[in-house]
Structure formats: C-alpha cells, structure tokens
C-alpha cells in the first residue's frame, strides 16, 4: 500500500538562484497540478531574463524538484511535491504535539458520534515524525485519514448531502465549482478534524505512498 514518503526540514532562509525557498515552495504548489511547466513558465512567474529561467531550472533538475519530460516540458517530481507541502511554521515540543495529537483525537470522536457529519473517520495512520519517540521537536503531525458514509443507503446518503450543500448555499456559501460543491460535506469533516492548526498534515491512505517510512495504525 506504501510506497514513498519524503519528510522535509527545510532552514526558511534557503535561497536558490537568489530566489527564497518560500517561493520555490509556492511555484511547486502552483504547477504541480497542470502537470507541466516550461522556461516560459518560470521567466514570467519569477520575473526572470531567459538565462536567468535556464539556470533555474537546471537547479530545480539538480535539486531533482523537477525533472524534463519533454524538450522545454518540465513536471514537479515527488520531491517537489514535498517541497510544496513544507509549511514554515516554529517548531513545536513534545508537550504541545502531545496537546494538539490529542485534540485532534477527541474531534475524530465528536464528528463520529454528531449525526449532522454524513461521513465518519474510519482509519487513522500515524506516520512522520510525530512517531519518533526520541524526537524532542517536531514540524507537524502526519495523519493518513480514510471516510465512510454513515448512511449505508445510496439514496438517503444522496439527499442527506444535498440538505448539506443547500444549507451551505442558503448560508452564503458561493462554490468555484461543481467538484467542491459535490465534496463539500466531506470537506467540513476535514476542516474540523484540522480545527486550523499548521501543525495538523492530513493526507488520504489512497493518495500517500511511503518507501520504508515507518508508519501505525491509530484508529481503530
């Protein structure tokens, strides 16, 4: 089921190619998505002379945050994938992710026993750094999460997520899409479960794939 992970730790005040890590960082959010970009890509989005966009890119390719796929076509690797998740936040001690791990447990039961959430957390896996038990600080807490509808019944589940997005819409919630409309009663299990901390890294069981990363089962 697992087959890469990448942890980062990553000083803020890295530069390459004069160019913050932070925005390295917030180009890879940008285009890992469409899948590709291009020199054109990088010239106009830093700014940058034609020379300027090459150098960088070769530093990306050396970095390996990116790799070529086609003359001028370069994709986000899984490193740069990482990268992009890297949220620059104080590192936290043992008794703080302790709070905030324990938080979040207690919300996991709330949204399972509140019948206003049509889905429950079904799985929980702990994996990062959070389970080192030598670790005196700590970056963030990764949790792998998987839902399952409470209401077995297609139908029922249907209407009942219907009445939630209504409800939404009726409140002054404005969708960008029909995708985030269709996902948006799962969405606010999620956003309770991450109550707002920085420090809380979901990810879904089916979209995480670890390479001898140790890993364990939290719930059930």
Same mark, same amino acid.
């Given at each position: 089921?697992?087959?890469?992970?990448? +942890?980062?730790?990553?000083?803020?005040?890295?530069? +390459?190619?004069?160019?913050?890590?932070?925005?390295?960082?917030?180009?890879?959010?940008? &285009?890992?998505?469409?899948?590709?970009?291009?020199?054109?890509?990088?010239?106009?989005?830093?700014?940058?002379?034609?020379?300027?966009?090459?150098?960088?890119?070769?530093?990306?390719?050396?970095?390996?945050? =990116?790799?070529?796929?086609?003359?001028?076509? &370069?994709?986000?690797?899984?490193?740069?994938?990482?990268? /992009?998740?890297?949220?620059?936040?104080?590192?936290?001690?043992? =008794?703080? /992710?302790?709070?905030?791990?324990?938080?979040?447990?207690?919300?996991? /039961? $709330? #949204?399972?026993?509140?019948?206003?959430? #049509?889905?429950?957390?079904?799985?929980? +896996?702990?994996?990062?750094?959070?389970?080192?038990?030598?670790?005196? @600080?700590?970056?963030?807490?990764?949790? =792998? &999460?998987?839902? $399952?509808?409470?209401?077995? @019944?297609?139908?029922?589940?249907?209407?009942?997520?219907?009445?939630?997005?209504?409800? =939404?819409?009726?409140?002054?919630?404005?969708?960008?899409?029909?995708?985030?409309?269709?996902? &948006?009663?799962? /969405?606010?299990?999620?956003?309770?479960?991450?109550?707002?901390?920085?420090? #809380?890294?979901?990810?879904?069981?089916?979209? #995480?794939?670890?390479?001898?990363?140790?890993?364990?089962? +939290?719930?059930?």
């Amino acid at each position: 089921m697992f087959k890469y992970y990448i +942890i980062m730790k990553i000083d803020k005040k890295t530069i +390459i190619c004069g160019i913050p890590i932070i925005k390295i960082r917030d180009f890879m959010r940008r &285009y890992r998505t469409p899948g590709s970009f291009s020199l054109q890509t990088i010239t106009e989005y830093f700014d940058l002379t034609k020379p300027s966009g090459a150098y960088l890119i070769n530093e990306l390719l050396n970095s390996e945050y =990116a790799e070529q796929t086609k003359p001028n076509e &370069y994709k986000v690797t899984v490193k740069g994938n990482a990268l /992009a998740q890297v949220k620059f936040v104080s590192r936290m001690n043992k =008794a703080k /992710a302790d709070k905030i791990f324990n938080g979040f447990m207690k919300r996991v /039961a $709330e #949204i399972n026993e509140d019948k206003n959430y #049509i889905y429950r957390v079904s799985r929980l +896996i702990l994996f990062g750094s959070y389970l080192n038990p030598a670790a005196d @600080d700590y970056g963030d807490i990764d949790i =792998a &999460y998987e839902l $399952e509808h409470k209401i077995n @019944d297609c139908k029922r589940f249907s209407e009942a997520s219907q009445r939630i997005i209504a409800n =939404a819409i009726a409140d002054g919630k404005v969708f960008s899409s029909i995708i985030e409309e269709v996902c &948006y009663p799962s /969405a606010i299990v999620l956003r309770h479960l991450k109550n707002r901390s920085p420090y #809380i890294s979901l990810h879904r069981v089916e979209d #995480i794939e670890i390479l001898s990363a140790p890993h364990k089962q +939290i719930y059930p």
